[in-house]
């Protein structure tokens, strides 16, 4: 199917669209869920074999259940839309694999809250993304990067980054360990969002994690992050205004783990500050106060030692099964100790409303890398967390906008934060400047399509 010209001046087909521009073409009746799907799976079907983003598809089954929701009225922005679904959550009529050996073929028959707030607001579960085994450690992905296949598409939301990524789908589920969400967003080019810890239910979801886990969305507007919190009561979207850029205070943080930073990283960081900058922002150098220095070290420990307690059960029940790397989370080798861990905890506790406290009228929106550079060569790796794990520590909203290319040609984006429960305010501010930062939004249309 052709798009109308008013959808947009560049998409030609319904996959190429934005979920919010799709979204009000299903509204207005000049798309249906499933011409909007077929679109869909034509793409999975040419690009798939080499990008490999999904872990489950029921092609069949799709269908049926786009036509059905052509019948029934709108629910909700979200109705007729197609989701991707990280293969770490629940879902009533497809397998929830792990990507792991031991819950091959495994369906509980129901889904995860995340997943069924969105299907009872209308939408349609496509299938399963492709993960690292438990989000976690051990079986990589077999997903690539759709920008080059020989780099990764992050991880360990691989197949969710990539589908979003590469048109084949306009929304899809993430989680966040370390860096696991906004990190592939940064590779694939897209928009994500990491909401603050707890806003939404992690019941249904296997998690590594109960401190850290967070669970977010990818779209590839703000608009389409916007959608998807409004169903989950956290914005509405005639209700988030676009924040100016003109006055607003930007923190410039490079964080403690700056040496990390890789040529590409540290020039979408200054380009997106000047480009603020030019827009009439006020961009100032940010450094966390001095106890934040040690949240890097805080999140190895907490995410190991809880990830012993909560990989416990496959330990005692697959034995070999279950991957070196999480074997040895639960037999502590590297010897956390109880103190060790209470001060981790001890130090996070006091951290978040320090930094919490340092919004206000001198300071609006924090500024930061998504990652080190672009997304690494091979598929043995998913890249480095380290510039995400301390904003999910504190437990804060993050959203993912893109900045545009390094010198391999790849993506790079750069993260919004703001302090905890600020998520519709962070949106609306992410509204106002994602335009401003992603000076080219369809540069990947154009080379992907």
Known sequence: ?????????????????????????????????????????????????????????DVDMAIRNARELDKLPMKSPLH???????????????????????????????DAACVAVVRHSGSLILGKTDTVEFASQGRKALTRNPFNPAHTPGGSSSG??????????PLAFGTQTGGSHIRPASFNGIYGFKPTWGAVSRE???????????????????DDLILVAEAFRLAK?????????????????????????EPAGEAALLLAAKRLEDAGAIVEDL?????????????????????????????????????????????????VTPEELLAAYT??????????????PSLDVVLTPSAPGEAPEGL?????????????????????????????????????????????RLLAIAKGLAPVIDADPQSALRELC
């Open 1 to 57: 199917m052709d798009m109308p010209l008013s959808a947009t001046a560049v998409a030609t087909q319904p996959n190429q669209l934005t979920a919010s521009e799709a979204a009000a073409l299903l509204r207005s009746g000049q798309l249906s869920c499933e011409e909007l799907l077929r679109s869909c799976l034509k793409r999975i079907e040419q690009r798939d074999p080499l990008v490999r983003a999904w872990l489950h598809l």
């Open 287 to 335: 450094e966390l106060p001095s106890p934040c220095d040690g949240l890097a070290a805080a999140h190895a420990d907490i995410g190991y030692s809880e990830g012993g307690v909560s990989f416990l059960p496959e330990y005692v029940g697959a034995g070999d099964l279950l991957a070196p790397g999480l074997r040895t989370r639960v037999l502590n080798e590297r010897g």
């Open 237 to 261: 979207i005639g209700d988030v205004e676009t924040v100016s850029p003109r006055g607003l205070r930007v923190g410039l943080c490079r964080s403690p783990v700056w040496d990390n930073i």
């Open 160 to 169: 969710s980054g990539a589908a979003v990524g590469d048109f084949q789908v």
């Open 204 to 222: 249904g979801l296997r998690m590594s994690s109960l401190t850290l886990d967070t669970v977010g969305w990818y779209g590839r507007s703000v």
């Open 380 to 424: 043995h790796t998913t890249g480095n967390a380290v510039f995400n794990s301390n904003w999910t520590l504190l437990h804060v909203p993050c959203v993912g906008i893109p900045v545009g290319r390094g010198p391999k040609g790849l993506p790079v984006g750069v993260t919004l934060v703001g302090p905890r429960c600020s998520d519709r």
């Open 347 to 360: 130090l996070a506790d006091r951290c978040r409303p320090i930094f919490d406290g340092l919004f206000g």
């Open 80 to 110: 007729g839309l197609p989701w991707g679904v990280k293969d770490v959550f629940d879902t009533r009529d497809m397998p929830t694999t792990q990507n792991s050996p031991i819950y091959t073929g495994m369906q509980v028959g129901r």
